[in-house]
């Protein structure tokens, strides 16, 4: 199975800052890399998938990249309603999840 | 708009078996597979497998086989999960998500509670 390192596992923000997050697989997966929102208390919500292209309805500030083995999530101008768990998945060779990185307030 | 809506929480003992439904809405239940996920409190996502809503088809991880079973009635736009002979460790929230093939809707959910 792919294996999915997500880093930081916790990250403490500011609002208004620019933040990545890194997820890297333990084989390629080309652009097959998709990323996902976890508010507390609700479902996961896809925030950008194929690496790079940007979902409808998800604010202008989330932004990914990367292919092979290597992807960031970006936010550009952290807001607090971004506060939750963002976890990386993998559609190349049978889905996998990341273990996910907590974004919590400094 | 694209709905999934799962079945309330399920209270079971040891050994038993429960059955989530996921009833789709919203688009051609047919047109898209149907995949589950479990989560543990506290824990990550964990992909348990997908059915194929046209033909029936299954994949499981290897994981869940012998543990989890897919179903699906197109009458209904309908997708099921059961779980066997439950053990304490399948305590867990199970999701059912639209499978695009990536999951673009997921539904809100069901808690599995395995207690004696």
């Known amino acids: 199975d792919v294996v999915l390192t997500q880093s930081p596992a916790t990250l403490s923000v500011t609002p208004g800052e620019r933040i990545s997050l890194s997820c890297r697989a333990s084989e390629s997966v080309d652009t097959y890399l998709h990323w996902y929102q976890q508010k507390p208390n609700e479902s996961p919500r896809l925030l950008i998938k194929y690496a790079s292209q940007s979902i409808s309805g998800i604010p202008s500030r989330f932004s990914g990249s990367g292919s092979g083995t290597d992807f960031t999530l970006s936010i550009n101008g952290v807001e607090l309603e971004d506060l939750s768990i963002y976890y990386c998945?993998?559609?190349?060779?049978?889905?996998?999840f990341g273990a996910g990185t907590k974004l919590e307030l400094k | 708009q694209v709905q999934l809506q799962q079945s309330g929480a399920e209270l079971a003992k040891p050994g038993s078996s429960v059955k989530i439904s996921c009833k789709a809405s919203g688009y051609t239940f047919t047109s898209y597979d149907i995949s589950w996920i479990k989560q543990t409190t506290g824990q990550g996502l964990e992909y348990i497998g997908y059915i194929n809503t046209g033909s029936g088809g299954t994949y499981y991880n290897e994981k869940f086989k012998g543990k989890a079973t897919l179903t699906v009635d197109k009458s209904s736009s309908t997708a099921f999960m059961q779980l066997s002979s439950l053990t304490p460790e399948d305590t867990a929230v199970y999701y059912c998500a639209r499978d695009v093939p990536l999951m673009d809707a997921w539904g809100q959910g069901a808690s599995v509670t395995v207690s004696s």
């Open positions: 998945q993998q559609g190349n060779s049978l889905n996998t």
